[in-house]
């Protein structure tokens, strides 16, 4: 099991600056599922986060794409203040 969790508070240095609080947090679980000879590895992933600050840059969004493990998606396809996903795969 791995488990990852980031807080993050950033301070404007000006009053044209924002402030920038985020939590994110990243679970993954890896299983055997079959014999030694076989090697078959399942692993799960939940993981989720919140941006806090009303203002923030496109950059510090929080992005489900390719830096999640889901090839599918282009890391910029889908960006926001929130983010929620899990999945199952073999290794």
Do not use: P
């Not at 990243?26 to 299983?31: G, K, Q």
């Not at 950059?59 to 926001?80: E, H, P, S, T």
Request: charge should be neutral.
């Amino acid at each position: 099991m791995q488990w990852n969790t980031e807080f993050v508070s950033l301070a404007g240095l000006d009053k044209a600056a924002n402030d920038f609080t985020s939590l994110t947090s990243d679970m993954s679980v890896y299983a055997s599922v079959s014999d030694a000879a076989n090697r078959l590895i399942m692993v799960a992933r939940f993981g989720g986060g919140h941006i806090f600050s009303k203002n923030f840059e496109y950059f510090q969004a929080l992005n489900l794409g390719a830096n999640n493990f889901y090839a599918v998606f282009v890391k910029q396809d889908f960006q926001g203040s929130s983010v929620a996903y899990n999945g199952l795969r073999r290794g």
